[in-house]
């Protein structure tokens, strides 16, 4: 009777240390499959848009303006600075591989924005060249008149401005806002365009001021933004509180030149730049100033 219950004890204790046994093994597989790395099977988020391929740069041209919108082999420029800056610019331009340019769009007729414009049409194709009204202008000058010549006759378009009109550039959408012809003051009679890049939103306002910024209001145009070429180079004139309240750019860029004798820009301008929220970008402390988007994020980088 003792052997027998002897072999019934041993029998029990070899069973329990099979289920201890199994119970280890079972942790140590879960263990084991916790620290395992998860190979991630899900959709990698691709860049909205490309840095390399797809940017709109505000270029140093000194005292005026000239912006490049570049998506991959496709160019447009808005104005093109100042006479004296001309090959500068358009050596810029093809040091930044534009070969031809499929729109050039000219605020209005002031010298800081077109005075470039021969010297690019002599350098470049150009398909599109878009003009303000210059029946309208107090200063027609003999430049916008050849640079019409030498477009038209290579086969260009050449076309005065109205609100509505829209261009592709490449990924680049660029519309003409409103162009105030009526306007006495010629800077108030500048050309506003809108671009859009990978979902962000690039204002360009030439030299208007608070005339052309409260009309924009009156008529109920959507000119929301993340990135305002701030009007006439930082003027006290433009930018006012009621237009910035309702453009609330991210950032604002000011094409300006060292020194200048118009001391542009003006601290009440800045001054209404900052309590709208925006950073504030100056080509003559930063150079060119580029802006692309990556995986939907707006970045800017500056080159002097």
Known sequence: MSRSKSDKQTLLMMLLVAIIVVLLIIILA?????QKPKTDNSPKVQPTVLAENDYIAFLDVGQGDGALLKSGDTSAVIDNGRPEGAAAFCEKLKNLGVSNIKTMLLTHNHDDHMGGSEAVSNAFDINNLILPDLSKSGSPTRILGTVSNTVSSAGGNVQTAKSGMFYD??????????CYYQNSD????????LAEL??????FTGDAGKQAESQMINDGIDFDCDVLKAGHHGSRGASSAQFLALCTPEYAVISCGAGNQYKH?????LSRLINAGAEILRTDQSGDITFYVLESILKYKTQK
Do not use: Q, Y
């Open 265 to 269: 820009p003006h601290e009440e301008a």
């Open 186 to 193: 010629e800077n108030e009679r500048s050309i506003i365009t």
């Open 30 to 34: 879960l263990a084991l499959k916790k």
């Open 169 to 178: 550039i490449g990924n680049i959408k660029m519309t003409v806002l409103c």
């Open 198 to 203: 990978g979902g962000k939103r690039f204002l």
